[in-house]
């Protein structure tokens, strides 16, 4: 990533691991899919993807020291990274699209708390809302898959 500036920054909760993206997403959304719920806990997340070459580990070498990782069982092609000190998932890597994957939370924030980048990093839309959790009532387009991909729900 040398010869790319960076767009957005971002850590775990220790900040043991660190990373930064070099290009705009190309899909940022709320994630609704039971994949997403059940391996977070959460409703859902905001999810961005960037082709893996915009991504790089900041943190010192060697990146996997800091890092542990896991692959989803039902979908093996997909590898999530995780914090090894506070277990904050951070990461994944799709090696059928050559994609990452990053959630929103683990972006850096200036001391208000707010998303530093936001302007690049706000979602268009909700995802997989046909399996949500609860309603989320704002001006987003809701998809029952992928955005401009599936079937619109509103």
């Given at each position: 990533?040398?010869?790319?500036?960076?767009?957005?920054?971002?850590?775990?909760?220790?900040?043991?691991?660190?990373?930064?993206?070099?290009?705009?997403?190309?899909?940022?959304?709320?994630c609704h899919c039971?994949?997403?719920?059940?391996?977070?806990?959460?409703?859902?997340?905001?999810?961005?993807?960037?082709?893996?070459?915009?991504?790089?580990?900041?943190?010192?070498?060697?990146?996997?020291?800091?890092?542990?990782?896991?692959?989803?069982?039902?979908?093996?092609?997909?590898?999530?990274?995780?914090?090894?000190?506070?277990?904050?998932?951070?990461?994944?890597?799709?090696?059928?699209?050559?994609?990452?994957?990053?959630?929103?939370?683990?972006?850096?924030?200036?001391?208000?708390?707010?998303?530093?980048?936001?302007?690049?990093?706000?979602?268009?839309?909700?995802?997989?809302?046909?399996?949500?959790?609860?309603?989320?009532?704002?001006?987003?387009?809701?998809?029952?898959?992928?955005?401009?991909?599936?079937?619109?729900?509103?």
């Amino acid at each position: 990533m040398s010869d790319h500036v960076p767009l957005l920054h971002g850590s775990c909760f220790c900040q043991a691991i660190s990373y930064a993206v070099s290009a705009l997403p190309i899909l940022s959304a709320y994630c609704h899919c039971t994949s997403c719920q059940r391996l977070t806990s959460c409703p859902f997340i905001h999810t961005m993807h960037f082709d893996a070459s915009a991504f790089t580990w900041t943190h010192p070498e060697p990146h996997e020291s800091r890092l542990d990782s896991y692959d989803n069982i039902l979908k093996p092609y997909k590898r999530r990274f995780r914090c090894k000190s506070c277990g904050v998932g951070v990461a994944s890597r799709n090696s059928n699209t050559n994609r990452i994957s990053i959630w929103g939370a683990t972006l850096d924030r200036n001391e208000d708390g707010k998303i530093l980048g936001w302007d690049i990093a706000k979602p268009t839309a909700h995802q997989f809302y046909g399996t949500r959790m609860l309603d989320v009532n704002d001006d987003l387009t809701k998809w029952e898959g992928y955005q401009s991909k599936s079937k619109r729900l509103d």
